[in-house]
């Protein structure tokens, strides 16, 4: 599969008192890592119907990420989203920002609180990683190794490996061998400085290594020596 290839949508369902949060947190994130979202009214046009854009939209979503809170219980339109992303059988992710658990539709959905002033990129990371596990698909590691394909500057590289090495326990070792065959080709990773230390830790912490990406990080290792 070329990443020319690789597409996945997410359909943002939140109350519009919320959207700082979602604007920040949220939208900021899935631009940085160029994966599609809809996120309403933004993305509706002058003049388009709203309710037949918030349908089809919903429809070509792969996953859907509600922002839980006393505002979105209170939003009927809210509820009438979490009820079509169900029907559409949509991956749910349910992220509560004041321990507002998920209703309706969703109620069997396991959800979690985050403190919305110390949301970290990581902490959606696990959510899109689970989504992975949970529909057997690597949609998104596929994006996330195009991701690291298309770094082009030290800035990226460096918090993208900040991220990513909260979640080397994560990977099997085959996508392990994936991301730094992908990472050797790419320089802005290879030089950036989080990369020798993020190599450390693989070898220290992934035993299950096979001996071929083992050999590769230990090279590098010996060569970016102090």
């Not at 509820?79 to 998920?102: F, R």
């Not at 959510?127 to 394909?149: V, W």
Request: glycine share 2%.
């Amino acid at each position: 599969t070329s990443y020319e290839e690789i597409y996945m949508s997410i359909f943002l369902s939140y109350s519009i008192k919320d959207n700082l949060f979602v604007e920040k947190k949220i939208c900021t994130l899935l631009d940085a890592w160029q994966i599609t979202y809809f996120k309403a009214p933004d993305k509706i046009e002058t003049g388009e119907n709203w309710q037949e854009k918030i349908i089809d939209s919903i429809k070509k979503s792969d996953i859907f990420i509600c922002i839980l809170s006393k505002n979105y219980k209170k939003s009927v339109i809210c509820h009438q989203e979490s009820g079509m992303a169900k029907a559409n059988n949509l991956y749910c992710i349910p992220i509560s920002l004041d321990g507002t658990l998920p209703m309706g539709f969703l109620k069997d959905t396991q959800s979690k609180t985050y403190n919305p002033n110390t949301f970290k990129p990581n902490d959606l990371l696990k959510c899109f990683l689970t989504f992975d596990n949970t529909r057997k698909k690597d949609i998104f590691f596929e994006l996330l190794c195009s991701k690291i394909a298309d770094l082009g500057n030290f800035d990226q590289a460096n918090d993208f490996l900040k991220c990513l090495s909260n979640q080397i326990e994560t990977y099997e070792p085959n996508k392990l061998k994936k991301i730094i065959e992908i990472s050797m080709k790419n320089y802005q990773v290879t030089d950036a400085y989080e990369f020798l230390p993020f190599c450390k830790q693989l070898i220290r912490n992934r035993t299950d290594l096979n001996s071929e990406t083992k050999s590769i990080l230990q090279s590098y290792i010996e060569e970016h020596k102090d």
